[in-house]
């Protein structure tokens, strides 16, 4: 099976500019979570989304969004980007009962300039 | 405050000794996981500890969930460079009505020297 898979690796962006990411699940996954990690924060939940409604959000600005897809595929969007954005994004995936494990893929690298 | 508190942050250690590193918090966590990261890539999946007082063995690693499910440990015996990464515990303290939202530690970066 399939891991989760996170596209663009590695990205680069400057001040004001949006970004979209995106995640596409393990199949059969219905839930997809998203977390911000800094060095400084370690790792912070963004939001989660199961069967294309979002079910929980973190504390982190309006500038961050996010929706799934029929699919289960999920899209992360940032807008006016700042410098504090610059972070790894990961995405993980599960069955989104309570206590399925979260099965994570290898992030995506933004950089602010 | 961390809700989940990883010690130590840092462990540098020579190839063949023993480490404990340890997770705790003053709220309950119906399981505890707990994850390994390389630079650049994704956490991955050790363990899920579930029942008070488990313990959980992965070839080298001992994993232990405490009796009040409040702490967990994870113990790694001969170490070697291959061990080296970031290790993460999380958990959900809701009892599960928190979805998709796990809580995580500071990590506790490992070095083995060989």
């Known amino acids: 099976k399939a891991g989760v898979t996170q596209t663009p690796r590695y990205l680069i962006k400057t001040r004001g500019q949006q970004v979209t990411l995106s995640c596409s699940p393990i199949?059969?996954?219905?839930?997809v979570s998203w977390y911000q990690q800094t060095p400084g924060q370690g790792l912070q939940f963004l939001f989660e989304?199961?069967?294309?409604?979002?079910?929980n959000k973190g504390n982190f600005p309006g500038r961050f969004s996010g929706r799934q897809f029929s699919n289960s595929r999920s899209e992360m969007n940032v807008s006016t980007l700042e410098l504090g954005d610059s972070a790894l994004y990961l995405c993980?995936?599960?069955?989104?009962?309570?206590?399925?494990?979260?099965?994570f893929g290898p992030g995506t690298r933004l950089t602010v300039l | 405050t961390q809700l989940l508190e990883q010690s130590p942050q840092f462990l540098s250690i020579q190839e063949g000794e023993n480490l404990t590193v340890y997770c705790n918090s003053s709220?309950?966590?119906?399981?505890l996981q707990w994850y390994r990261q390389e630079p650049g890539e994704g956490p991955v999946l050790l363990v899920t500890?579930?029942?008070?007082?488990e313990v959980k063995k992965l070839k080298r690693l001992t994993f232990q969930f405490g009796d009040a499910r409040k702490d967990s440990s994870l113990h790694i015996t001969a170490a070697q460079p291959g061990d080296t990464g970031l290790y993460l515990c999380?958990?959900?303290?809701?009892?599960?009505?928190?979805?998709?939202?796990?809580?995580f530690g500071q990590g506790t970066i490992l070095t083995v020297h060989p």
């Open positions: 199949s059969g996954h219905r839930s």
């Open positions: 709220s309950v966590f119906s399981s």
């Open positions: 989304y199961f069967s294309e409604t979002q079910r």
């Open positions: 999380a958990g959900d303290p809701t009892g599960g009505t928190s979805y998709g939202k796990l809580t």
């Open positions: 500890v579930v029942t008070g007082g």
């Open positions: 993980a995936s599960s069955g989104g009962g309570p206590t399925d494990t979260q099965y």
